[in-house]
C-alpha cells in the first residue's frame, strides 16, 4: 500500500498563470475527493469523482476550475487565472466505496499554492 | 460549509499528561470520524466511530459520541511530545457523495 501521493507539493505561481495539481489515489479505491484548506480552517469539499465519472462540484469551484479523472486512475485539478484567493493548501483523498471501511478517506500530503 | 465546532481551538499541555477535545456537530449521521494533520502536511485517519458506538479505543485515543447532544470527544492519554497537530472531527455526508464535512480542529501542542 503507498498510499494516495499528490505532485507538487509546493507550487508558487504569478496571479493569472494556469496550475495543474496531479492526484494518485490508492490503487483499489474508487472514490476519489479534492478538499482545499486555508490556514487555520478545516477542509472544504471541492470535487469528487466515482470511478472515471465527476459526479458532484462545490459551488466553490469556479469556472476557472477544472479537475479529470481519465481512466478512474489518477485526477489532475487544473486552476486558470489563478488569483491571489487561490492560495491554499489542495488535499486529495481517496476511498473504497462498499467496503468495511466505506467512510473512511484517505489524504496524500496535499499540494500547497502560493500565487504572488 | 463547516460542520461544527471544535472545543478548545488551541490547547497547551506537558508532556504525560491527558488532553481531551470535543467535537459538536449539526446534523443526524451515520458516523464521526477523527484525523490528526501535522503541521502543513496532510490528514491521518485516527478513529471512526458510528452512530450506534457510545465508545471507542484505539491504543492511547478514547473516542466518545453523544447523539443526543450532537457531540463526540477525543482524549489522548498520557501525551507525547509527537502528538502535537491539529485533530479535527469530520463527518460524512448522508447523500451518496459521502464527502466530509469538517469542524474548525483543535491545535494541541505538548511540550516535553
Known amino acids: 500500500d503507498t498510499g494516495v501521493s499528490q505532485d507538487p507539493r509546493h507550487k508558487i505561481t504569478k496571479r493569472g498563470q494556469n496550475v495543474t495539481f496531479r492526484c494518485d489515489p490508492i490503487?483499489?479505491?474508487?472514490?476519489l475527493y479534492w478538499y482545499r484548506q486555508t490556514l487555520g480552517q478545516g477542509p472544504e469539499f471541492l470535487t469528487y469523482?466515482?470511478?472515471?465519472?465527476?459526479?458532484?462540484k462545490s459551488r466553490l469551484l469556479s469556472d476557472r476550475f477544472s479537475a479529470e479523472r481519465p481512466k478512474g486512475s489518477f485526477s489532475t485539478l487544473e486552476i486558470q487565472r489563478t488569483e491571489q484567493g487561490d492560495s491554499a493548501m489542495y488535499l486529495c483523498?481517496?476511498?473504497?466505496?462498499?467496503?468495511?471501511?466505506?467512510?473512511?478517506?484517505?489524504f496524500g500530503p496535499g499540494t500547497r499554492l502560493t500565487v504572488l | 460549509s463547516q460542520q461544527g465546532e471544535e472545543d478548545p481551538q488551541a490547547l497547551s499541555i506537558q508532556e504525560g499528561e491527558n488532553a481531551t477535545m470535543n467535537c459538536s456537530y449539526k446534523?443526524?449521521?451515520?458516523?464521526l470520524q477523527w484525523y490528526r494533520q501535522n503541521s502543513g502536511r496532510g490528514l491521518v485517519h485516527l478513529i471512526l466511530?458510528?452512530?450506534n458506538e457510545r465508545e471507542k479505543h484505539s491504543g492511547r485515543l478514547r473516542v466518545t459520541l453523544d447523539t443526543s447532544k450532537k457531540s463526540s470527544s477525543l482524549l489522548i492519554t498520557a501525551s507525547r511530545a509527537a502528538d502535537t497537530a491539529s485533530y479535527f472531527c469530520?463527518?460524512?455526508?448522508?447523500?451518496?457523495?459521502?464527502?466530509?464535512?469538517w469542524g474548525l480542529g483543535t491545535s494541541l501542542a505538548v511540550n516535553p
Open positions: 483523498a481517496s476511498s473504497l466505496d462498499g467496503g468495511p471501511r466505506t467512510d473512511t478517506q484517505y
Open positions: 490503487s483499489e479505491h474508487n472514490r
Open positions: 469523482f466515482q470511478n472515471e465519472a465527476q459526479l458532484e
Open positions: 446534523t443526524s449521521i451515520n458516523n
Open positions: 466511530i458510528r452512530s
Open positions: 469530520a463527518t460524512p455526508n448522508a447523500g451518496n457523495n459521502r464527502k466530509l464535512i
